[in-house]
């Protein structure tokens, strides 16, 4: 490996590093004003109804998930209606850590003897702009900039691991 090459790993490792960071701020965010939707279900009630105000489409998948075919096949329609419609798409390859930015612990809370509840479909989690305000959210710029120079290397869908902590 070349020095340029090694160069350039860096920097695309502390880029991605960077889009994570922002993509926690904008999770962070939209909790604390409620502007996200979470679950293929819900997912698709809300771009159904009210599109124009969704900002930013999150699909979430481990090595698991990408042997479902039905998942996928709700991927790759969320996908085509995002695309038609111009609301950014990134793919999250660690749910496990999506579930922990949502404050929605995986394997914590009661046993199935005490009533568990499934739980939450964390496979598709949209962020809404309720006021317009928020366009001015610098995290927010940087993913949908990130989309774009994603878009602009035919990379439709880019994939992000969001970082540990």
């Known amino acids: 490996m070349t020095l340029e090459e090694f160069s350039a790993g860096e920097q695309k490792t502390e880029r991605m590093d960077k889009v994570g960071d922002a993509l926690e701020e904008v999770l962070s965010k939209a909790l604390s004003q409620r502007t996200i939707t979470v679950g ?44 038609e419609n111009d609301i950014d798409i990134l793919r999250v390859s660690n749910p496990g850590r999506l579930a922990e930015l949502l404050l929605l612990k995986t394997d914590a809370g009661p046993t199935a003897s005490e009533g568990a509840e499934q739980p939450p479909d964390l496979h598709c989690v949209l962020v809404t702009n309720p006021h317009s305000s928020q366009w001015k959210d610098p995290a927010l710029s940087q993913l949908i900039c990130f989309c774009r120079e994603s878009r602009y290397m035919d990379q439709w869908v880019p994939v992000i691991n969001l970082p540990e902590r």
């Open 40 to 83: 293929v279900y819900e997912a698709a009630k809300l771009l159904n109804v009210d599109p124009d105000n969704v900002v930013l489409c999150l699909l979430a998948a481990d090595e698991d998930d990408d042997r479902d075919v039905a998942l996928q096949i709700h991927f790759t329609l969320i996908q085509a209606f995002c695309c």
